[in-house]
Nanobody, 128 residues
Framework: QVQLVESGGDLVQPGGSLRVSCVAS???????????MAWYRQAPGEPRQFVAK???????NYVDFLKGRFTISRDNARNTVYLQMNNLQPEDTAVYFC???????????????????WGQGTLVTVSS
């Protein structure tokens, strides 16, 4: 199995910045590669929505209305993805979820492939 653990969620004032992180690990063995890592968010009473994605080669994709304020990055050596959020507004309040697709794990000569994994989320609250 693949485990994703998010961190960094906090209460921040409007106009502030915050960086959330997500570390991927294998329940058995280690991770050899992750194709895509992404962030989604879910506000209270709303469906989960896509925020940003980054491929293993660093190609990024954002939802249009967040371009310019949010930046996704990743550290492949640490199996970690980040989301830098600037000029946060109350409407950015949500639980932010990490997503990984195309994960290869293994131990010794064994390799396992997982299509998708989700983290438990980290809460970002923007309020004065």
């Amino acid at each position: 199995q693949v485990q994703l653990v998010e961190s960094g969620g906090d209460l921040v004032q409007p106009g502030g910045s915050l960086r959330v992180s997500c570390v991927a690990s294998a329940a058995s063995g280690r991770i050899f590669s992750i194709d895509d890592m992404a962030w989604y968010r879910q506000a209270p009473g709303e469906p989960r929505q896509f925020v940003a994605k980054i491929t293993s080669r660093g190609t990024t994709n954002y939802v249009d209305f967040l371009k310019g304020r949010f930046t996704i990055s990743r550290d492949n050596a640490r199996n970690t993805v980040y989301l830098q959020m600037n000029n946060l507004q109350p409407e950015d309040t949500a639980v932010y979820f990490c997503n990984a697709r195309g994960v290869t794990t293994g131990r010794g000569a064994r390799r396992d492939r997982y299509l998708e994994a989700w983290g438990q989320g980290t809460l970002v609250t923007v309020s004065s």
